[in-house]
């Protein structure tokens, strides 16, 4: 049952007055339309004129690119037109994805097409345009390229060695970016360590798998000069400043529309050279080109993401306190940094994060990025959390263990006390409004540790290995614009939105959140209701649509609830306000007489009240009736963005119980806990499925998923046969509970929702593992934690 | 490329008459010939169950089966559940416990369990998690999806599950 009083935030109004929405799970109507199959999603659109593409794509990690003869495959029936990067190079100018603000990046431009050379194994070479896919498929067949395979790059530990392929000659080495935080005197701490533990962790790459893949509709309209995207991506406002810029189309002639998204966990929020070569067909054609990548195109052209080896050193002294913590990560991201992003933002929160639940006076953090000839690697779901929170909470655990202390007692005394906020991560970020101490005890207390402990050992008697984890994180969620805006990315921090009564009462909000499925429409909806004093069903929104909402970043980094919810927040009450300087004029009482609830201007005092409707109609319709000079707006914009700090951060605290198979090295996690503190729950079963989502994406992480290559930069496993993810027989019981503490920033309070799970369940999952294989003397370092790896670790095999 | 053949489908109740390649598999049929869209494409390789149906009332993939060969068969897609504008006990289910994130795993994943509660009227929690072994939900919905099937079952069998968000 969910105790609504622990949603109560007096900054809202109380929760006992009519038309309180904030803080109840209701039920979220944006998902009835898919339920009878009516979600519309770029796949299903159709329009006149509209022709497919398809696209001629490297075999090779590496290759040389002699010539490309596409005279006979311009022949095959249905094909429109075929198109190479000198032709798509006409109408698209080229980008690179660096930063300012965090020292020297340095990746080369790119195109939509490869031109000479290509550098991963699925890049685009050709677009071919035909009535259907299945035609432009069959031509692809037909284009006769003369490729001379390279030498590829595919280690990223090699990949600075003096004798490695150089990606990128100009560059001279495969460096990408090379960033080192640090602070206080990390040596002398080390010195003063009276115990230090060390661990060195690898994470396979891995990918989002969307289950709606990559797609677009791209309809250049000659006669208006207009650019209308149909994308599902996550954040239009930015495609469309994008496509402005390297189609060279005025901002106000493009239109991006992303409604119903099949997934996204980030993957639908970078620029991908397909699709931009899809809008460079349809600009060249003057017709609707329409991409939308199969599966085989998903795994080797959707970015990946991980990719880590980290090495970690952590100091303790005889009490337990931390004294210093190291850590140094290499990552390997593809051939380029993608754009607008960037590919080095994943290490950089690995080198921000590490050890910020904890006082850690002393700090060494060294992150390396190296190219590779592989699928690019960017930013997905919970960047860089699993990597950070893992390699503390595994030193924490290993230090816990290594001075005879309890693992919750270690983190207690460690933790930065939940009344000494604003506070600062060891790398320096500022840190406020968090709860390590509270979550922590609600999760001991609800995981019930002695009784899981009383049965691992009645299970070790059986010869059944059981481990318990437990960790804390923080989360990133809600950038300001110190985050990507300070290095010169043209990402909005801030988001808007706009809300009008319209003439029979009924009430309109737009905004430029966008939804993927986390229930941005039912959230949005509840706060403008209960803001307005309207119930939800006068409510209809606006999202996706830059021509219909305000400008803003959309939906990525846990910021639609506490961004773009806070811009709603606020319409909702500009407009409250116009609506009862009206009233007052028409019910010629004063305007701190009255109020609205359930769809009326009401009289505190009770007296006769006037419906929205009514008071829409006298103004739209009967103007005449109201006094001269009152002119009202019936509508009101506002936007929001978080001021002062970086990030505002979430936390929480997970648990959870594994089983090892020592014979098949198979693992079992019979239940996972997690407290989580996101401020205000503005619908607490949307956050718990977030949180839910999260761990299971986690999961995947930690124990099943890995884009395998072979030595020659070929993905061995671009197939869901051989792509393992989290299935329903896989899912664990997971319990969650929360801590609320109101994000400082923000009337609304809210803080974000969406990461959590994905960053922290790899950590708890593998201290979970490792305590079970801790009667054995043995442990695990890598992730996916795959059942050979376990057997190789207790050297069955 | 393969020949044209004549084929005829009943689809939700409505028979087709259509002109289409051989090889053409029944999706592409059922979302661009006839324009319902509520199955989605997933994989095209059976590997996802985003794509499945019902063929004679039991699930069916239809990413990778040639249309042709339903001639003859009663195939249900998820907007022929709707009877006299009423949700099935499964959709009223789903919307009240949001067993549903990005929705595109949905209209799969209902036609899985419909074809189960076809089969069975009280399924074993087995069942469920057997019959939905080839649905990927890739946003993890998994445990609102089987809150929303205990509910149905539990209205089947006549008994009350709470709703824990009530």
């Known amino acids: 049952m969910v105790d609504i009083t622990l949603n109560q935030n007096s900054k809202l109004g109380s929760i006992d007055r009519p038309n309180s929405y904030i803080g109840r799970s209701l039920t979220r109507d944006g998902a009835i339309r898919h339920l009878e199959g009516g979600g519309k999603f770029v796949d299903d659109l159709i329009l006149p004129r509209m022709v497919n593409s398809a696209f001629l794509r490297s075999p090779y990690a590496h290759a040389e690119i002699k010539s490309i003869n596409i005279s006979d495959a311009q022949k095959y029936p249905g094909v429109i037109d075929i198109f190479l990067s000198e032709h798509i190079d006409t109408v698209c100018k080229p980008w690179i994805g660096v930063l300012s603000h965090l020292g020297e990046m340095r990746s080369p431009e790119q195109s939509p097409l490869a031109k000479k050379i290509a550098r991963w194994q699925g890049e685009a070479i050709a677009i071919v345009i035909a009535n259907t896919r299945a035609q432009a498929e069959d031509a692809i067949e037909a284009i006769e390229v003369d490729w001379v395979e390279k030498e590829p790059q595919i280690n990223m530990e090699t990949a600075l060695d003096k004798d490695t392929v150089v990606i990128h000659k100009e560059l001279g080495n495969n460096l990408f970016w090379t960033r080192t935080v640090e602070q206080g005197d990390v040596k002398k701490a080390f010195k003063e360590s009276s115990t230090i533990v060390e661990a060195t962790l690898d994470f396979a790459r891995h990918t989002g798998v969307t289950l709606e893949t990559r797609g677009i509709v791209a309809d250049w309209d000659k006669s208006e000069k207009k650019m209308s995207i149909y994308h599902n991506g996550q954040a239009p406002h930015m495609m469309q400043h994008i496509i402005a810029k390297h189609f060279d189309i005025s901002e106000g002639l493009v239109r991006v529309i992303s409604k119903d998204v099949g997934g996204s966990f980030g993957i639908k929020v970078h620029v991908y050279g397909d699709e931009m070569a899809a809008i460079a067909a349809s600009k060249i054609l003057g017709r609707p080109v329409k991409f939308v990548a199969d599966r085989l195109e998903s795994f080797t052209t959707d970015i990946h993401a991980r990719c880590h080896k980290i090495s970690g050193k952590l100091g303790v002294d005889k009490n337990g306190k931390f004294l210093s913590m190291e850590i140094n990560d290499l990552s390997g991201i593809g051939p380029y940094s993608m754009y607008p992003r960037t590919s080095a933002i994943e290490t950089n929160q690995v080198l921000n994060l590490s050890g910020s639940p904890y006082i850690i006076p002393n700090y060494k953090a060294v992150g390396t990025v190296v190219f590779q000839n592989k699928t690019p690697m960017c930013q997905y779901r919970a960047v860089g959390h699993p990597i950070a929170v893992a390699i503390t909470e595994v030193l924490v655990d290993k230090a816990a263990k290594k001075i005879g202390m309890k693992v919750e007692d270690i983190r207690k005394i460690n933790f930065i006390p939940d009344d000494q906020y604003p506070n600062k991560t060891p790398s320096g970020v ?331 369940a790899p950590a708890v999952i593998m201290n979970a593992i490792n305590d079970a294989l801790s009667s054995m003397n043995k442990e695990v370092t890598s992730q996916p934690i795959t059942p050979e790896k376990i057997l190789k670790a207790i050297g069955k095999i | 490329m393969s020949n044209e053949v004549k084929c005829k489908l009943k689809i939700n109740g409505l028979v087709y008459n259509l002109s289409i390649p051989s090889d053409t598999p029944l999706i592409f049929v059922i979302r661009n010939n006839l324009n319902l869209k509520g199955t989605k494409l997933g994989c095209g390789l059976e590997q996802c169950g985003s794509c499945t149906l019902l063929v004679d009332g039991k699930k069916t993939l239809s990413c990778n089966q040639n249309a042709i060969d339903f001639e003859g068969k009663e195939i249900t897609t998820i907007e022929g559940l709707e009877v006299n504008n009423k949700y099935s006990l499964l959709q009223e289910a789903f919307i009240e416990f949001n067993s549903a994130q990005c929705g595109y795993c949905s209209s799969g994943i209902i036609m899985s369990l419909t074809s189960l509660f076809n089969e069975k009227n009280i399924p074993t929690e087995n069942d469920i998690v057997k019959s939905l072994e080839n649905n990927l939900c890739r946003c993890g919905s998994h445990h609102s999806v089987l809150k929303a099937v205990e509910k149905v079952i539990s209205i089947l069998s006549n008994e009350k599950v709470e709703n824990q968000y009530e």
Not at chain 1, 670 to 695: S, Y
């Open chain 1, 430 to 760: 500022p840190l406020e409004d968090l709860s390590h101490q509270a979550t922590m005890n609600k999760l001991l207390k609800i995981m019930n540790v002695p009784d899981l402990e009383k049965q691992k050992k009645l299970d070790l008697e059986k010869g059944i290995l059981t481990g318990i984890g437990i960790i804390s994180m923080c989360e990133v969620t809600n950038p300001s614009p110190l985050f990507y805006g300070v290095g010169g990315a043209h990402i909005s921090s801030q988001d808007g939105a706009s809300i009008r009564l319209e003439g029979s009462g009924a009430v309109h909000v737009s905004s430029s959140i966008t939804e993927q499925g986390q229930g941005t429409e039912a959230i949005m909806k509840q706060i403008a209701a209960d803001q307005l004093g309207v119930s939800m069903d006068t409510i209809r929104l606006t999202l996706g649509d830059t021509d219909a909402t305000p400008y803003g970043g959309g939906t990525w980094a846990s910021r639609g609830a506490g961004i773009g919810g806070e811009a709603v927040l606020k319409a909702a009450r500009t407009l409250k306000n116009n609506i009862l300087k009206i009233a007052s004029a028409i019910m010629q009482t004063d305007i701190d007489t009255i109020d609205i609830a359930n769809n009326s201007v009401i009289r505190k005092n009770g007296g006769e009240g006037i419906s929205l409707k009514k008071l829409a109609e006298t103004v739209y319709y009967r103007g005449h009736e109201i006094p001269q000079g009152t002119n009202p707006e019936l509508i009101a914009t506002s936007s929001f963005y978080i001021e002062g700090i970086p990030f505002v951060f979430t936390n929480s605290a997970m648990g959870c119980q594994v089983t090892v198979d020592q014979d098949t090295g198979l693992i079992k996690i019979n239940k996972f806990w997690v407290i989580e503190d996101c401020g205000t729950q503005i619908n607490p079963k949307l956050v718990e499925e977030q949180i839910r989502g999260g761990v299971i994406q986690g999961i995947g992480g930690a124990l099943y998923e890995e884009c395998v290559y072979d030595d020659q930069g070929n993905m061995q496993n671009a197939t869901m046969a051989d792509y393992l993810v989290p299935m329903a027989c896989e899912m664990p019981d997971i319990i969650v509970d929360h801590v609320i503490t109101n994000s400082g920033r923000s009337i609304l309070g809210a803080k974000g929702a969406g990461e959590a799970g994905t960053g922290g």
